[in-house]
């Protein structure tokens, strides 16, 4: 079955400590994204990248860094920067490259918490 | 600038009632319009997207969604709720010629038997 994978589904993070989430999918989508979702306040864009090797910052990219060195994986790096990580993360992906009139297709999330 | 809002953040209906969750957008351009649904400790999965093509959209589930210009609306219906459409649903918003896509804050929709 095609689909995004995310692992793990809950991690903890001790003070100063940097921790990566991992993304994946197997539906050969240019597209992907990580997104922040915290109670009442819907989602909102960490990074995302339209194509290998390539990403950009979204609306809340302080405290995050990513990579996209191969199509199916966009892991997502918390550091310790990230002075408030608590929240529930979620990986997309979409089938060009991020087009305005495409779907985006989710993973069922990490949810990260601090120690 | 493009914006969502959803009217309220908790719905709460009974089995068999109708369903009715507001969204209204706000867009410089015309809007692509979108409804996710968020079943607890999941990602999200589209529920309908308005793209111009028609004003009434059928989606999955049973639900519909009817795009509204002059009102700036974009609500959701469901003309018979079930107990398994108990999840958070989300309206978003993007344009032709850009990139991100903009989510609501997202209503909760209780079901009572």
């Known amino acids: 079955d095609g689909g995004i994978t995310q692992s793990p589904k809950y991690l903890f993070r001790k003070e100063g400590q940097n921790v990566t989430l991992s993304c994946e999918q197997n539906l050969n989508h240019d597209a992907m994204y990580w997104y922040r979702q915290d109670p009442g306040q819907g989602l909102r864009l960490i990074y995302y990248?339209?194509?290998?090797?390539?990403?950009q910052k979204g609306d809340i990219a302080e405290g995050y860094s990513v990579s996209r060195e191969k199509k199916e994986s966009f892991p997502l790096t918390v550091t310790s920067a990230q002075k408030n990580p608590t929240a529930f993360y979620l990986c997309?992906?979409?089938?060009?490259?991020?087009?305005?009139?495409?779907?985006?297709?989710f993973g069922p999330g990490t949810r990260l918490l601090v120690l | 600038a493009q914006s969502v809002t959803q009217l309220g953040s908790h719905v709460s209906v009974s089995e068999g009632a109708l369903v009715l969750l507001r969204c209204n957008y706000s867009s410089s351009v015309p809007p692509y319009l979108f409804w996710y649904v968020q079943y607890p400790n999941q990602g999200l999965q589209l529920l309908l997207k308005y793209t111009s093509a028609a004003t009434l959209v059928k989606g999955i589930n049973g639900f519909e969604a009817e795009f509204k210009k002059s009102e700036t609306s974009f609500h959701l219906t469901k003309p018979s709720a079930h107990m398994s459409d108990a999840a958070e649903y989300f309206c978003a918003v993007s344009s032709f010629g850009g990139f991100k896509t903009i989510f609501g804050a997202g209503t909760r929709l209780f079901v009572k038997a």
């Open positions: 990248s339209q194509i290998v090797n390539d990403f």
């Open positions: 997309a992906s979409s089938p060009g490259t991020g087009g305005f009139q495409e779907t985006q297709y």
